[in-house]
């Protein structure tokens, strides 16, 4: 009986101040973030409003 008990007080002991690992001991696998870059508009904008622009004023001023 003496034997068990200081068996089993060893063992306790050893699994409580052992160090504990959440999962396993491989390094955790972690994920680059993913880069995403906008497309950068120039000013075809302005330029499309501009002709628009000329092309009705061509009628206006030709007559």
């Known amino acids: 009986m003496k034997k068990t008990t200081i068996c089993a007080a060893a063992l306790a002991a050893a699994t409580f101040t052992s160090a504990a690992h959440a ?9 680059a ?16 409003v501009a002709m ?6 061509i009628p206006a001023l030709g007559d």
Request: aromatic fraction near 0%; charge should be negative.
């Open 23 to 31: 999962g396993s001991l491989a390094d955790p696998v972690i994920e």
């Open 52 to 57: 628009l622009a000329v092309l009705l004023a």
């Open 33 to 48: 973030p993913a880069v995403v870059a906008d497309a950068q508009s120039s000013s075809s904008g302005t330029a499309l």
